[in-house]
């Protein structure tokens, strides 16, 4: 860390602002070592330190694949493009130009054994969630693009499945989109990448065309001690797990319903966009197809949320333990059974809370008495049925 700190001061890097710091579970923090009044800089890094997927374009045989994966998006692009740079220049003599980013690289993690991708037995872990079907398709289409990676570009036989799994990991969770001189890029911003998330974070960041350089502001005054710490983006639970290897406890659980006819998530609003998407879904099989968008009586309402209630019940099912036995067993093992069975347990609790909403519209339905107790189950029968 003493070469990577040398590094960016030779590069004219202020960091008398910051202390990096060792955490928990391996990790490491930034932390303030003065106290930095709002609207301050925390710390500026120069547009030559700044690997982006221009950067990467600089060599025509990674320029090319804009035609090889014509199929994926940009930002899937971009951070194959990075990825493989990347790779490259830390191998190979001559590709960083003008800049050795080795200090840089030689600070990058070894292993990613929190990355759900690089499970294996683990992944018994989140028995019963799609999640598994959905990691195990992640390691499928990275497997893929290895593949034709090694069949296109020169040389990039040297590299094995796990060196580019661990480099593609690495850009996925750790670049950054900064309009640069009015493009907009995917960036990896050394230093910068080392900041954890949070959802109040006291810092911004943009690109400062003006200085030519990534910039990090203080939102509030921020004392001496406390972590810098970032935002990566209000995200499900899920996808932070996904991507980044951690949980939020308290942010937003989905669950992935695949029915024959029906593929999407939904969450534990019964008037969200996702919820409504599945309620129309059965809705229109009510009418033979025909698409049906809206409430058309009790009748037709009563057998859709009967049909919800008996899919959640078998999904339900799937999983091998109850939400008693997650709640009870996530703080007792490793971080990486910790992370899944707090997922497991979240997907348990929306699935249990979303059957006794069902359960209180079905009696409302069926002209019983009730007690209205969430406000969503409240909206949706007002909207629905009380002003019809």
């Known amino acids: 860390m003493e070469k990577l700190l040398g590094w960016l001061k030779q590069n004219n890097v202020n960091i008398d602002n910051l202390k990096i710091i060792n955490q928990q579970n391996k990790e490491r923090g930034v932390v303030s070592a003065k106290n930095i009044t709002q609207g301050n800089f925390v710390f500026l890094i120069p547009q030559h330190l700044i690997i982006t997927n221009k950067t990467a374009d600089s060599i025509l045989e990674i320029c090319n694949l804009n035609n090889t994966f014509s199929d994926k998006s940009e930002t899937e692009l971009n951070i194959i493009k990075i990825t493989v740079f990347m790779l490259f220049a830390e191998e190979f003599d001559g590709i960083m130009q003008d ?26 872990f989140l028995k019963g969630s799609y999640l598994v079907e959905r990691i195990k398709e992640r390691k499928r289409f990275i497997r893929e693009e290895y593949r034709i990676l090694k069949r296109v570009v020169p040389d990039f036989d040297q590299f094995n499945l796990y060196e580019y799994q661990r480099m593609r990991s690495l850009v996925s969770s750790r670049n950054f989109k900064l309009t640069m001189h009015n493009d907009v890029v995917s960036a990896m911003v050394p230093f910068a990448d080392m900041l954890n998330h949070s959802n109040t974070c006291q810092t911004r960041w943009s690109y400062n065309n003006e200085l030519k350089s990534y910039q990090m502001l203080a939102k509030t005054n921020i004392s001496v001690g406390d972590e810098i710490l970032d935002s990566y983006g209000i995200k499900p639970m899920d996808n932070y797990f ?27 609003d019964i008037n969200s966009s996702q919820f409504i998407s599945l309620l129309n879904f059965f809705r229109s099989k009510q009418n033979k197809n025909y698409y049906i968008n809206h409430y058309q009586n009790k009748d037709n309402e009563l057998v859709c949320f009967e049909q919800i209630f008996k899919i959640l019940k078998q999904v339900k099912k799937k999983y091998p333990h109850t939400k008693r036995y997650y709640d009870n067993h996530k703080n007792t093992s490793n971080q990486n059974k910790k992370n899944a069975y707090t997922i497991i347990a979240g997907e348990l609790n929306l699935i249990d809370t979303l059957l006794e909403k069902i359960i209180i519209i079905v009696k409302y339905l069926n002209n019983r008495k009730v007690d209205l ?14 002003r019809q």
């Open 99 to 124: 800049v050795d980013w080795t200090p840089y690289f030689d600070t990058l993690p070894e292993t990613l054994e929190h990355i759900p991708i690089f499970w294996d037995k683990e992944l018994d």
């Open 242 to 268: 996904m991507f980044y290897g951690f949980v939020l406890p308290y942010s937003e659980v989905r669950l992935y319903l695949k029915l024959r006819d029906f593929k999407g998530y939904i969450n534990g």
């Open 373 to 386: 107790k969430y406000s969503d189950v409240e909206k949706y029968i007002l909207d629905n049925i009380t």
